[in-house]
């Protein structure tokens, strides 16, 4: 099957701070989606990204399908982005996850 | 817009005992639906997975099962809990609607389980 690595596996940064986090598969995929999870578990979509940049105000993203591998960039880092940001893939109907960044904003 | 339910949020139960989770999903019709259970805080692992009612493909052997009774119910359960069944479990759901993005997943709120 598919792997998914992300890295790095934590980052502490202050808050104002700037971010990528980096997604590296080993296949080609037709679905590539970047979570959020809060503290209370909830997984939220931050963007549906198989090929090409999108942005989302402070966040956006990059995919590099013929390199494999995917960015997401945070700017301006605010406290509530702390959490675990989840990369995960899928070359048919079912997602592979990473094993996620773990993002600690200090105030 | 569509909304995905799951209850109860939390559970705490005794070693063998049996286990129901429900999750629904409203606003949508015929989806695929997902179990996947999260253990120390990384790495969620599918572990069944549903095109439609009564179709369900399981992708870890173990002491779960999962049923679909109707088009967007799905239901997690267990006849004996083990200790290693605790974690947090996340329903989702995906579109098999041709012009919405190819198998983009939303989640649930998730239950946390604890066996003791």
């Known amino acids: 099957g598919i792997q998914v690595e992300q890295s790095p596996p934590d980052l502490i940064l202050q808050e104002g701070a700037n971010s990528t986090l980096r997604c590296n598969f080993s296949?080609?995929?037709?679905?590539l989606q970047w979570f959020h999870q809060n503290p209370w578990g909830q997984l939220i979509n931050l963007f549906y990204?198989?090929?090409g940049t999108k942005q989302n105000g402070r966040l956006s993203a990059t995919t590099v399908a013929t390199e494999r591998y995917s960015l997401l960039y945070i700017s301006s880092s605010q406290t509530t982005d702390s959490g675990v940001y989840f990369c995960?893939?899928?070359?048919?109907?079912?997602?592979?996850f990473g094993t996620g960044t773990r993002l600690t904003i200090i105030p | 817009s569509q909304t995905i339910h799951q209850w109860p949020a939390t559970l705490v139960q005794p070693v063998g005992s049996p286990l129901s989770l429900e999750c629904t999903v409203e606003?949508?019709?015929?989806?695929?639906l997902y179990w996947y259970r999260q253990a120390a805080g990384r790495g969620l692992q599918l572990l069944f997975y549903?095109?439609?009612?009564?179709?369900i493909s399981s992708e870890v052997p173990q002491n779960l099962s999962a049923s679909r009774p109707q088009d967007r119910q799905f239901i997690l359960s267990s006849k004996k809990l083990l200790l290693s069944d605790s974690g947090f479990y996340l329903c989702?759901?995906?579109?098999?609607?041709?012009?919405?993005?190819?198998?983009?997943?939303?989640f649930g709120p998730g239950t946390r389980l604890t066996v003791t």
């Open positions: 989702a759901w995906s579109s098999k609607d041709a012009g919405v993005n190819f198998y983009e997943q939303y």
């Open positions: 296949d080609s995929v037709n679905n």
């Open positions: 990204i198989p090929s």
């Open positions: 995960a893939v899928t070359g048919g109907e079912k997602l592979t």
């Open positions: 606003g949508t019709s015929n989806p695929n």
């Open positions: 549903s095109v439609g009612i009564g179709q």
